[in-house]
């Protein structure tokens, strides 16, 4: 009998022993596998933070150069030909620009305006007096949609305050005294040889690349702006 049960007990933890053993193997694979998954994640979540700031960075590029070509360029001259598909104009410095122009090219004509005219909800376009500081020889008052001049916040007591492109308040500056011209939709024929003009311009996407005018104001003849 004592045989016997010293047998039993050694089957018994032969047995156990088995099952630990085989419990062990199972809790590693186990282990293993979860170690697997971890590192799979940490792979597809780096993969997936690499792609999205490449594709962040992508898209900031995209946006500076749509925005740089959305600013455009501001050109002022007089008129020396024009056609039905572009204008050319004498720049300050004498040499000619040729601009091209399309169905959605605004014009507007610039006409004798008054005080009144200068204020929020329209853009102006300031000719400071030569030599002296925060004085305007000359506002150009444009509809708020217009490519040129800044946003009017406020305008009183004879000074007038713009919004920057940047969306700060610059400085009041003295309008007292200036002339004021106020520029409204006109027809195409009003661009003719001889004139003064304000443009707005953007290069073309295609080349050759081109300036393609999204504005012309057409100024009076006794403007300031371009001698």
Do not use: C
């Amino acid at each position: 009998m004592g045989g016997q049960v010293g047998t039993f007990r050694g089957e018994r933890g032969t047995r156990g022993d088995g099952v630990a053993r085989s419990r062990r193997r199972t809790r590693a694979v186990i282990g293993g596998v979860v170690v697997l998954l971890l590192i799979a994640a940490a792979g597809a979540i780096f993969a997936l933070d690499y792609h999205q700031a490449r594709s962040n960075a992508e898209q900031k590029k995209t946006d500076a150069a749509k925005q740089k070509a959305a600013a455009g360029v501001q050109v002022i001259g007089v008129v020396t030909t024009v056609d039905a598909t572009s204008v050319t104009l004498r720049i300050p410095n004498g040499q000619s620009r040729r601009l091209t122009t399309t169905r959605s090219t605004r014009v507007l004509n610039a006409a004798a305006g008054g005080d009144s005219d200068v204020k929020p909800g329209t853009r102006g376009l300031l000719h400071m007096k030569p030599g002296i500081t925060g004085v305007a020889e000359e506002v150009l008052v444009l509809p708020l949609t217009a490519r040129i001049g800044l946003p009017v916040v406020k305008a009183g007591f004879g000074f007038v305050w713009l919004r920057t492109k940047t969306g700060q308040l610059a400085a009041k500056v003295s309008v007292a005294g200036a002339a004021v011209d106020n520029a409204v939709a006109a027809p195409r024929t009003v661009i003719t040889s001889g004139a003064k003009v304000i443009a707005h311009a953007q290069p073309t996407s295609t080349k050759p690349v081109r300036l393609a005018a999204t504005d012309i104001v057409v100024l009076p003849s006794t403007s300031t702006f371009f001698g």
